[in-house]
């Protein structure tokens, strides 16, 4: 759009042709309503939001003139893809050998995560995630930083300045770790309000606190997590819980007055709306009737859940108590970033539990179910007018196995279902920031 346009007021309007496909709710509740599928479709954006979705045939003519039209025919244009826990302080040790979670964070994790009291490094590192995660698709996360503020203050420039939607906090850890990653309950507290002061809400980015998890945190230090929460309204708060038996054990000997592990945060007031609990494998039926009533999220997290060999999420469970759900890839104990090869191994958890978890309801949970999961489906998520237009666009034919099983396919369920299984970073072709192309790859 030229400067004159833009002095006269005029909206900046771009289109995109090609297949089309959103989700409205979830498939499980609302079933063939779930979805919006348009075979030739049209993406109308204005000034970066979404204007229209729809048929091509009927937005085409009633675009302005001057539109920017791309065509993108052959291609499955998608909201970008949101991840609710992933470590972007953990990307040097992604796929480390042979260790179990308690074991795993002592030989790999905290030796990494100490190399991020240096703001030059964490800068690095957070440019390089960023690049990778957009390059995969995802658009939005909810991501845990290290202990260390200059950790938090870098992620937060980085995604500042590709202007992305993101949430992300500094880890608050004062035990039970290394004496070089520890803070205190009042340092943790000061640090994080002045985080929160600092970034919430600017831009598009948004705070979440962040205890490490229960054996990291004194109770102190876990009852002044609860009051940042209560001293700052629409804060969110990411940890992990019921992830591992032998942290599961860990906890009960720490806090012995507790019923459960999941109940020690809800002592202190962590379980409530905006709450992001990753793993919640090794909870029991109490525990996820609190979770659904308190309206805070379970991430699943397949690969990492494999990867670690913490066990197997119970996807049928969190939905008969009406809890949000959303997908996490847990980098670095998860093994991908990508949010397909994420689903493959979501799909393989339910099988291993006798569950189904069919391809609607994966891209579902990838898309619009983990936006719900963050409170943020009234920003992201779908193509719905006015929505943040982060969008990607899939090229089905992006492998020669791919292509070739593609066209062995009888309609959308089964292409979407050949996606999740054989896609990869290679099958998303171009991710889209408020309309504006931040990642792509040369046409194969
Ligand atoms: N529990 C506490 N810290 C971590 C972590 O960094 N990764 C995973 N997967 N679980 C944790
Ligand atoms: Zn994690």
Known sequence: ????????????????????????????????????????????????????AGAASALLPGLPEGAEVTDYSGKLIMPGFVDTHVHYAQTDIIAAYGE??????????????????????????ADFFLADLLRNGTTTALVFTTVHPQSADAFFSAAAARG??????????DRNCPESLRDTA?????????????????????????????PTSTERQLDLAGKLLDEHPGVYLQTHVAENRSEVEWVAGLFPW?????????????????????????????????????????????TSNLFLGSGLFDMD????????????????????????????????VAQLRGQRLSPMRAFHLATLG????????????????????DFIVLDLAATPLLERRM???????????VLMMLGDDRTVFATYIMGRRESARPAR
């Open 1 to 52: 759009m030229s400067a004159l346009a833009q002095a006269r007021g005029e909206r900046h309007v771009q289109a995109f042709r090609g297949a089309l496909l959103h989700f409205l709710g979830d498939p499980d509740e609302l079933g063939e309503k779930a979805h919006e599928y348009f075979d030739d479709g049209l993406l109308v954006l204005r000034d970066g939001k979404v204007a229209a």
């Open 100 to 125: 179990q979670l308690l074991e795993w964070l002592e030989r790999y994790t905290f030796p990494v995560e100490r190399r991020f009291s240096d703001a030059v490094h964490a800068r690095e590192v």
């Open 164 to 173: 992305l939607r993101m949430i992300a906090g500094k880890v608050m850890m």
């Open 186 to 214: 009042d340092s943790a507290y000061t640090d994080s309000k002045a985080l929160i002061e600092k970034w919430h809400g600017k831009d598009r980015l948004l705070y979440a606190v962040t205890p490490r998890f229960a």
């Open 258 to 302: 507790s019923r459960s592990y999941l109940d020690v945060y809800d002592h202190f007031g962590l379980l409530r709306e905006r709450a992001v609990y990753a793993h919640c494998i090794h909870l029991d039926e109490t525990d996820r009737r609190r979770m659904g009533e308190s309206g805070a999220a379970m991430s699943f997290c397949p």
């Open 317 to 348: 469970a969190a939905t008969r108590h009406r809890v949000r759900v959303g997908i996490g890839t847990d980098v670095g104990g998860g093994t991908s970033l990508s949010m397909l090869r994420t689903l493959d191994e979501a799909y393989k």
């Open 370 to 389: 983990s936006a719900r999961s963050l409170y943020l489906d009234d920003r992201i998520g779908n193509f719905v007018a006015g929505k943040e237009a």
């Open 407 to 417: 066209a062995n396919t009888t309609g959308l369920v089964e292409r979407l279902f």
